[in-house]
């Protein structure tokens, strides 16, 4: 765990209220292709922070383990996800040390959350919680600058002015390698489509790690910058942004 995994805690709840869901076709395809029926499903949830995918899952009738060490994200996920027959139960934990016994869980998985952890540690580690016939899956919402002008000279703007930036409007940068982990995984792109207020886009923006890092009045002003040229371009308030969920299922 490193200090940077602990900025999450910062921005609890603006990461609650404003990060987007999983699309429908991101659960649809994690059944796919591991071959495993949600309904019924044990699924361990690593790095669940507060409880976007444990929720999801749950939904469609998984009984969800959540994995995190921050203390605030759990907090929020235990007051957003009440425990009831096929709801989450939710541990403070390193997900490189999972506090299970072996063969118990039919998924392991990380929502935006597998390049927080050790590549090696983790996988290892949900190999041995996981009964044979398990999968392992990863996914990350991802905005998609390539089918909007708007939303790409937006994130060019947070490259130049955002010193921990990481994301698509740089050139070095990935999805997180988490299919490498695996001798043979399928990987699947999602297209949606978000709607959202500019205000809500905005706090999203602040739930970001290299966000959360920032002197607060460096991301008031940084902030502050972004509304101003959103609502002049789009002045009844609302966006819709391009999206694509990435998901890796392995073995
Ligand atoms: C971007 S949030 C993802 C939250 C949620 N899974 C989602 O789908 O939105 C990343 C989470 O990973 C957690 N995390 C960081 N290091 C971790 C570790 N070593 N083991 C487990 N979780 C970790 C952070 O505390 C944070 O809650």
């Known amino acids: 765990m490193t200090e940077l995994s ?4 910062n921005v609890a ?15 649809d ?5 591991s071959g495993v029926t949600l309904s019924g499903a044990r699924v361990v949830d690593v790095g669940a922070g507060t409880g976007i995918l444990t929720r999801g899952l749950q939904d469609r009738g998984a009984r969800v383990l959540a994995i ?7 907090t929020r996920l235990r007051s957003r996800s009440p425990r009831s027959e096929g709801t989450a139960a939710a541990l403070r934990a390193d997900g490189n040390a999972l506090p299970l016994h072996g063969d118990v ?4 998985v990380y929502g935006q ?4 952890l050790d590549p090696v540690a983790s996988i290892a580690e949900a190999r ?39 994301g698509q409007a740089l050139e070095e940068w990935t999805v997180p390698p988490m299919a490498t982990a695996f001798d043979l995984a399928e990987e699947r792109w999602v297209p949606w489509t978000r709607m959202i207020g500019i205000e809500d886009f905005l706090l999203d923006l602040r739930s970001h790690s290299y966000m959360a890092v920032l002197p607060g009045e460096a991301a008031d002003e940084l902030v502050g910058r972004r509304r101003a040229e959103l609502a002049a371009a789009f002045p009844e308030g609302l966006l819709a942004v391009p999206m694509h969920t990435y998901l890796a299922v392995g073995r």
């Open 113 to 116: 959350s597998w390049h927080w």
């Open 68 to 74: 995190d060490p921050g203390a605030e994200m759990l």
């Open 13 to 27: 709840d603006a990461y609650d209220a404003a990060r987007p869901r999983y699309p429908d076709g991101m659960y």
């Open 6 to 9: 602990r900025a999450f805690d």
């Open 128 to 166: 041995r919680v996981l009964r044979p016939g398990g999968a392992i899956a990863g996914c990350w919402n991802f905005t998609d600058a390539r089918q909007s002008g708007w939303l790409a000279e937006y994130e060019n703007r947070l490259a130049r002015e955002c010193p921990g930036y990481w």
């Open 105 to 108: 869980a039919d998924l392991v």
């Open 29 to 33: 395809a994690l059944s796919e292709i």
